[in-house]
Nanobody, 112 residues
Framework: QVQLVESGGGLVQPGGSLRLSCTAS????????MGWYRQAPGKQRELVVE???????TYADSVKGRFTFSRDNVKTVVYLQMNSLKPEDTAVYYC??????WGRGTQVTVSS
């Protein structure tokens, strides 16, 4: 089992930045990939970024150049740095391990 807890969401103006954190615990040795997904109201959950333990990463086209995934292996925390935020980035952001384990999500609202 893997437990994931997200934090760092909030309200930000267009063009602003936020950094989300996801603290992972449990049987992390078996995890192959970590990622962030998001779900906007009335829409399906969609990929933001996924990073395999090999280092290969996949970013959604809509966030390329603006969002960056990083990790602190010592603290077992992964981050999502979000810059140049747009209103369409408004969603609940979820951390996932292998798309099997999910956090409860953190709300990001981009609005003036």
């Amino acid at each position: 089992q893997v437990q994931l807890v997200e934090s760092g969401g909030g309200l930000v103006q267009p063009g602003g930045s936020l950094r989300l954190s996801c603290t992972a615990s449990g049987d992390l040795a078996k995890v192959s990939a970590m990622g962030w997904y998001r779900q906007a109201p009335g829409k399906q959950r969609e990929l933001v970024v996924e990073v395999h333990k090999s280092g290969q990463s996949t970013y959604a086209d809509s966030v390329k150049g603006r969002f960056t995934f990083s990790r602190d292996n010592v603290k077992t925390v992964v981050y999502l740095q979000m810059n140049s935020l747009k209103p369409e980035d408004t969603a609940v952001y979820y951390c996932t391990a292998d798309r099997r384990f999910w956090g409860r999500g953190t709300q990001v609202t981009v609005s003036s």
